[in-house]
């Protein structure tokens, strides 16, 4: 994911071993559950390094964050030059698909009540064999105000791991395999889905190297994301801070890649 420090976080994500651990935060090996959720990454060098994580959303378009976008762009990687894999394991043999990388033209001019953190991977080829995930409705979290306290969410992503909350920093392993963890509802505010991640209920989360990806709402059999991880607690153990996509801003952005329900 993650945080306002999120881009040297992106950065330090590079192409690592796999740890021998079972979770993103607190979660499970992804075991093929969730195809259309990849990994956004560059080439440096010669060496194919995984730095964020996000969905595909149509054939050819891959939904992810804007700070990814922009922490690519400090290391001088150009926009045309991104890659996407949605192999289960990132590796230098992966399959890699060539494409552009669109930011919201607006990340980082409205404050902190919406950074309109969110990205377009326009892919050079359609991707066949994987559903793309399903688009929300105008204002659906809006709508279901009164009972996301019931629901379940699921975070997808390819990040770093944690597997116990007691050794703060020092619990966050490296990974490059995609895994998926169960999450509830904290606070909804008019651009941010909060959701918990505290292992003491069975919730997990994300941490670094799985902005952009996908929550969904609903269990692991979801298919309908309606926000994507953005941010949290520097260690993560408490807290997602998620970006919406079911509003005015999102869809005003996304509607240009893609047709929304």
Known sequence: MRRTVIVLAIIAALILPVAPASAIVYGEFDNGQHPNTGAYVINLEGEFRRICSGTLIDSDTFLTAAHCVFGADRRGVPRDETFVTFDEIVSQNSKFLSGTAIPDPRFGTGGASDTN????????????????????TAGLLDEMKSSLRDQTFTAVGYGTIRETKKTGPHGILPNLRRRKALQSFQSLTDAWLTLKMNQATGDGGTCFGDSGGPHFLGGYESNLIVSLTVTGDAVCVATDKTYRIDTPPAREFLADFVALP
């Open 117 to 136: 953190d969110i990205a377009v991977i326009e892919l050079d080829r359609a991707v066949r064999g994987i559903t793309p995930a399903q688009l929300p």
